[in-house]
């Protein structure tokens, strides 16, 4: 359901490269999701089940921090 999706990426060193979503899901899992929801495309059906998925995992691993 991701086939198709490619994101440019700019690297901390500068360098650019285009990256496949697949590929980045498995990287940075939540600044991937982060960056799907301040875009606005986070309701894409090839989006949206993972990336609220995501961000309610985090929100649940930072509240079980803080307890």
Same mark, same amino acid.
């Given at each position: 359901?991701?086939?198709?999706?490619?994101f440019? #990426?700019?690297?901390?060193?500068?360098?650019?490269?285009?990256?496949?979503?697949?590929?980045?899901?498995?990287?940075?899992? #939540? %600044?991937?999701?982060?960056? %799907?929801?301040?875009?606005?495309? #986070?309701? %894409?059906?090839?989006?949206?089940?993972?990336?609220?998925?995501?961000?309610?995992?985090?929100?649940?691993? #930072?509240?079980?921090?803080?307890?």
């Amino acid at each position: 359901m991701t086939k198709g999706w490619e994101f440019l #990426i700019q690297w901390k060193d500068g360098t650019e490269s285009w990256c496949t979503l697949k590929e980045l899901k498995e990287l940075f899992p #939540i %600044e991937v999701a982060e960056y %799907e929801k301040a875009r606005g495309i #986070i309701d %894409e059906p090839a989006l949206a089940w993972w990336c609220l998925y995501t961000l309610k995992k985090r929100d649940r691993v #930072i509240a079980g921090l803080q307890a």
